[in-house]
C-alpha cells in the first residue's frame, strides 16, 4: 500500500478530492436521534423502503446494525463507475453471504456479531474496490492514507456522533474518514461521514477534534484505494 509522508505537509486541510455522497444506515437521517434515545419505531420511518427492501421487519433488524455497510456504499459511490450501484439491502445480504455478520451460530443460536471487515473487502472487490484491512491503525497512519487519496473506514466508538458525551469506550461503530486537519503539532481534527450521527452536523463532513476521535478510536479499520476497477460504462 502507497501513502503519503506527513513530514512534508503544509498546515491546512487535506480533504478527499472527488465527489463523496453521504449515506446513514437510518433511511431517514433527521430520525437518527429518535432512533437512538427515543425509541422511534423504524417501521414508521416514511423512507424505509430506500434500503430496497419490501420487507419492513428487514429494514428494522439490519438499519441498526449496517454502520459498516453505508460506510462501503459511500465509497463505492466515490470510487467505482458502475451502471446501477447495489441498495443498502443488496449490500446486506451480500455482505452476510460472505461471512461478514453472523446472526445465528452453527446451532441456530441468536449471536448477533460483525461486521468483519475482510468479508467488507471481499464485497467491495466484487465491484471493483480495491481495499486492504488494517489490524493495527495509528491516527499519523491514518492521515498518511489520507493524503495519499485513500479512504479510510475506521473503528470508533459511536458516542463521536453525540454532541454533549463524553466518550467511555473505543470502537464498536464504523465511520468513513475522508480528510484531516494538519498543522505543525499534527493532526489537528478528522472530516466524517458518520452513518449514526444523532445531529445533522455530525452525520456528512463531521469535524471531530483530534483529542475526540482519539479517545474513541480502537486502533483498526480498512483502507479503500483511490483509483480502483471500472466496471460497466
Known amino acids: 500500500m502507497l ?12 480533504r478527499f478530492p472527488k465527489k463523496l455522497p453521504y449515506y446513514a444506515q437510518f433511511a431517514s437521517p433527521e430520525l437518527i436521534y429518535a432512533y437512538i434515545h427515543e425509541d422511534f419505531d423504524g417501521r414508521y420511518d416514511p423512507r424505509w423502503r430506500d434500503y430496497g427492501t419490501e420487507d419492513i421487519e428487514e429494514y428494522v433488524f439490519w438499519c441498526m446494525r449496517a454502520c459498516g455497510i453505508a460506510c462501503l456504499k459511500m465509497c463505492l459511490e466515490a470510487l467505482v463507475t458502475l451502471p446501477q450501484f447495489p441498495t443498502m439491502i443488496e449490500l446486506i445480504r ?126 483498526r479499520g480498512f483502507v479503500f484505494e483511490s483509483s480502483p476497477l471500472t466496471l460497466g460504462s
Open 3 to 14: 501513502h503519503t509522508s506527513l513530514s512534508s505537509l503544509a498546515p491546512g486541510w487535506y
Open 94 to 219: 451480500r455482505g452476510v453471504d460472505l461471512g461478514g455478520y453472523i446472526v445465528h451460530n452453527e446451532q441456530g443460536e441468536f449471536v448477533d456479531f460483525g461486521w468483519y471487515y475482510q468479508p467488507l473487502i471481499k464485497l467491495g472487490e466484487e465491484y471493483g474496490l480495491r481495499g486492504y484491512v488494517c489490524k493495527t491503525l495509528t491516527i499519523d497512519e491514518m492521515c498518511s492514507y489520507l493524503a495519499a487519496g485513500y479512504l479510510v473506514i475506521a473503528s470508533v466508538s459511536s458516542e463521536i456522533g453525540e454532541r454533549d458525551m463524553g466518550i467511555t469506550k473505543r470502537g464498536g461503530h464504523l465511520v468513513l474518514v475522508h480528510g484531516f486537519e494538519w498543522s505543525e503539532q499534527g493532526s489537528e481534527a478528522l472530516l466524517v461521514h458518520n452513518p449514526s450521527g444523532r445531529f445533522y452536523e455530525l452525520q456528512a463532513n463531521a469535524i471531530i477534534p483530534f483529542d475526540r476521535f482519539s479517545d474513541a478510536f480502537a486502533g
